[in-house]
């Protein structure tokens, strides 16, 4: 005699956040089956509204009422970073697991007090880094993994645009920590994920838009054990072919190269063999050109999230993880400061 298994009842959520990026994360959300979106929440009033109608929610201005009166599997928190830490021991407090958007903090004594304050009460955390969930970036480390180029001993990972990131994220302009804590962030994320983790780096920046407060182009150089890394980012770099917001990667090692060019032309040069590649990224109703890579890759993280839930596996950026590149990220930013090498793990110690 056989029974059938009861079907386990879908996570129930809030996203805490209906901003720009969060839109994003609704959409991806709704795609999945496992989960239910009970609660939105933000201190806009009209724009919480209209996320609560268009996905089917209850709205909350106060994230406080949020918690005190929904029964949450987790929450995706998509705020800025200034609102983070609240947010994450609000959730730790009442035994919610978590996601939270980066840059997790902009000081490290915030990040860690965050990592902790779940750790303690052994609740999931998982930080939405999802430049390495991109299906580019997923095949690289497949084929690196695979062993294809053998051993890397070199990378270069690069963003450079001209596109205007300050029209629908205004707060960029009077920042006075811009492109590493924005983007390169991902790209140093990336380079830890092909190559490894560094155990020095020197960085230099530059402010050339006169309008902000911040850098608007960042220059890194990582030094592995056995490889070293160029993380570039611009926001001032003019071509006559806008590949916003695609990053390039150049991946070299003692069998091969692997190089990812403009518009996803991916090549792999393995033991002297050719191979070239058109990667189609994968659709979504809600997602458009030029933003469809990125939008996949909300939902390849958050299903990875759903995954770790299921199975009770640590996240690929776990809070954990995530405080190593927070790190890498502010000692970019220390060694542009006093022009010397920064010693990583210095801010963890």
């Given at each position: 005699?056989?029974?059938?298994s009861?079907?386990?009842?879908?996570?129930r959520?809030?996203?805490i956040?209906?901003?720009?990026?969060?839109q994003?994360?609704l959409?991806?959300?709704?795609e999945i089956?496992?989960?239910?979106?009970?609660?939105?929440?933000?201190i806009?009033?009209?724009?919480?509204?209209a996320?609560?109608?268009?996905?089917?929610?209850t709205?909350?201005?106060?994230a406080a009422?949020?918690?005190a009166?929904e029964?949450?599997?987790?929450?995706?928190?998509?705020?800025t970073?200034?609102?983070?830490?609240m947010?994450?021991?609000?959730?730790?407090?009442?035994?919610?697991?978590?996601?939270?958007?980066?840059?997790?903090?902009w000081?490290?004594?915030?990040?860690?007090?965050?990592v902790?304050?779940?750790?303690d009460?052994?609740?999931?955390?998982?930080?939405h880094?999802n430049?390495?969930?991109q299906?580019p970036?997923?095949?690289?480390?497949?084929?690196?993994?695979s062993?294809a180029?053998?051993?890397?001993f070199?990378?270069?990972?690069?963003f450079r645009?001209?596109?205007?990131?300050?029209?629908?994220q205004?707060?960029?302009?009077?920042?006075?920590?811009m492109?590493?804590?924005?983007?390169?962030?991902h790209?140093?994320d990336?380079?830890?994920?092909f190559i490894?983790?560094?155990?020095?780096?020197?960085?230099?920046?530059?402010?050339?838009?006169?309008?902000?407060v911040?850098?608007?182009?960042?220059?890194?150089l990582?030094?592995?054990?056995?490889?070293?890394?160029?993380?570039?980012?611009s926001?001032?770099?003019?071509?006559?072919?806008?590949?916003?917001?695609?990053?390039?990667?150049?991946?070299?090692?003692t069998?091969?190269?692997i190089?990812?060019?403009?518009?996803?032309?991916l090549?792999?040069?393995?033991?002297?063999t050719?191979?070239?590649?058109d990667?189609?990224?994968?659709?979504?109703?809600?997602?458009s050109?030029p933003?469809?890579?990125?939008?996949?890759?909300?939902h390849?993280?958050?299903?990875?999230?759903?995954?770790?839930?299921?199975?009770?596996?640590?996240?690929?950026?776990?809070?954990?993880?995530?405080l190593?590149?927070?790190?890498?990220?502010?000692?970019?930013?220390?060694s542009?400061?006093?022009?010397?090498?920064?010693?990583?793990?210095?801010?963890?110690?």
């Amino acid at each position: 005699m056989t029974t059938e298994s009861t079907p386990r009842s879908p996570y129930r959520f809030a996203v805490i956040g209906t901003g720009f990026f969060a839109q994003n994360h609704l959409h991806a959300w709704a795609e999945i089956p496992e989960v239910e979106l009970v609660a939105v929440c933000d201190i806009d009033e009209e724009r919480v509204q209209a996320a609560a109608r268009d996905f089917g929610a209850t709205p909350y201005t106060d994230a406080a009422a949020l918690f005190a009166n929904e029964d949450l599997d987790f929450v995706d928190i998509a705020t800025t970073a200034p609102t983070h830490r609240m947010m994450v021991e609000l959730a730790a407090a009442h035994g919610v697991a978590a996601i939270c958007q980066k840059p997790l903090a902009w000081e490290m004594t915030d990040a860690k007090t965050m990592v902790r304050a779940m750790a303690d009460k052994n609740l999931p955390f998982m930080v939405h880094e999802n430049f390495r969930f991109q299906y580019p970036m997923r095949r690289i480390k497949e084929l690196i993994d695979s062993g294809a180029i053998g051993r890397p001993f070199f990378g270069r990972i690069s963003f450079r645009t001209a596109h205007d990131v300050y029209a629908a994220q205004p707060w960029l302009i009077d920042n006075p920590r811009m492109i590493i804590i924005d983007v390169a962030v991902h790209l140093l994320d990336l380079a830890c994920c092909f190559i490894g983790r560094p155990e020095t780096l020197f960085a230099d920046t530059l402010r050339v838009n006169p309008r902000i407060v911040g850098e608007d182009v960042a220059t890194i150089l990582l030094r592995m054990p056995d490889a070293t890394c160029i993380v570039d980012a611009s926001y001032e770099t003019k071509s006559d072919h806008n590949t916003y917001p695609q990053t390039f990667v150049i991946v070299e090692g003692t069998e091969g190269t692997i190089t990812l060019g403009p518009d996803y032309h991916l090549q792999v040069v393995s033991r002297g063999t050719v191979t070239n590649e058109d990667l189609i990224i994968p659709s979504h109703t809600w997602s458009s050109v030029p933003w469809n890579a990125i939008q996949d890759s909300v939902h390849a993280i958050q299903r990875h999230w759903v995954h770790c839930l299921d199975t009770g596996t640590t996240p690929e950026t776990s809070g954990a993880a995530t405080l190593e590149l927070m790190d890498i990220t502010l000692g970019s930013y220390e060694s542009a400061e006093v022009g010397s090498r920064y010693r990583v793990g210095t801010l963890l110690d």
